[in-house]
């Protein structure tokens, strides 16, 4: 239980830190924004590769991957039936809070937490690849085709198979799955890069904590508290149950599936959402009232299950 703790007290100083430095200005206004195009389009990459190039992906992609893939998508439902149906939102509105109730941030955040809490960063390849594969793809369809009416499936694929995160995990599988042994003078040197991703993606979450305001009038509350506690509570209990009584996971996987699903909402809701100019500040809330719930949520978990 002592690396759990050490692993908060890790994860807690380097948001702190990024908290006191956008806070200062001392890095100028735009350095949140740098770190965070480093860390998603090179460093991250690179620590995923590595991780992957030598994990155990069968084991990994077992049961792992469904019960994760089956939690998400039973919240983005309960979402939406409660949006169209009681309600009465846009389908476009209903996609961005079906996201902010599912799509959890398995980058920035999971990638630290499955490194520090679970000892492996590759516990959180399975989320990432999912979401970014099959999540992602089937909302901006839908948001394309009612905001814009249109959608362009080779755009999609493009945008798809040209993330950085994308290549840099499918490779890591390739290279797993072949069994090839990389010489330590290519994957050191990788590994090296890599090992800057976490600390950087920290301090870039910290920095946006500064000048957040929560629940303004005519921000969508009832939707933001519906997402929030469907991603925070519902989800990993949902992760949980089906782990332990569906998929007869225990140990190890069951608190590795249970903590992936108590991840925060993924700041790419709120990216989608500027994008397609639709439900901005439900996204915007949902992700900072998340990522702050999910600190006790994820400590509960570890004392419960760790």
């Known amino acids: 239980m002592i690396q759990v703790f050490t692993g908060f007290a890790v994860i807690a100083l380097a948001v702190a830190v990024g908290y006191v430095t956008g806070r200062s200005g001392v890095l100028g ?31 990994l992609f077992s049961a792992l991957l469904p019960v994760s893939a089956i939690a998400a998508a039973a919240m983005m439902l309960v979402f939406a039936l409660v949006s169209l149906l009681v309600w009465r939102r846009t389908v476009a509105h209903t996609v961005i809070g079906s996201l902010a109730s ?18 492996d960063a590759a516990y959180a390849a399975p989320v990432v690849l999912l979401q970014l594969l099959v999540f992602a793809p089937i909302a901006l369809a ?6 814009e009416g249109r959608t362009s499936v080779r755009a999609i694929l493009r945008s798809t198979f040209t993330n950085p995160i994308i290549i840099g995990s499918l490779a ?76 007869g996971l225990d140990g190890v996987e069951l608190y590795a599936v249970t903590v992936l699903a108590a991840l925060p909402a993924a700041q ?39």
């Open 29 to 59: 206004p735009g350095a949140r924004q740098v770190l965070a195009l480093l860390a998603f389009n090179v460093l991250g990459p690179f620590l995923l590769f590595s991780v992957l190039a030598t994990a155990d992906v069968a084991a």
């Open 102 to 119: 599912g799509y959890v941030n398995g980058n920035n955040i999971g990638i630290p937490i499955a490194a520090y809490m679970l000892g």
């Open 142 to 147: 839908v948001l394309g085709a009612r905001v």
């Open 172 to 247: 890591g599988v390739v290279v797993a799955v072949s069994g090839l042994e990389l010489p330590a003078i290519v994957l050191e040197p990788v590994e090296s890069i890599g090992r800057a991703a976490v600390p950087v993606m920290l301090i870039a979450y910290g920095m946006s904590l500064h000048g957040q305001r929560l629940l303004e009038a005519g921000s969508g509350r009832r939707d933001v508290l519906l997402a929030t506690a469907l991603q925070l509570v519902a989800m990993p209990l949902t992760a949980w149950a089906l782990g332990r009584f569906v998929f």
């Open 268 to 306: 790419n809701v709120f990216n989608v959402a500027q994008r397609y100019e639709t439900a901005e500040l439900v996204a915007r809330d949902a992700v900072f009232l998340t990522t702050m719930g999910s600190v006790p949520v994820l400590l509960a978990v570890a004392l419960l299950l760790g």
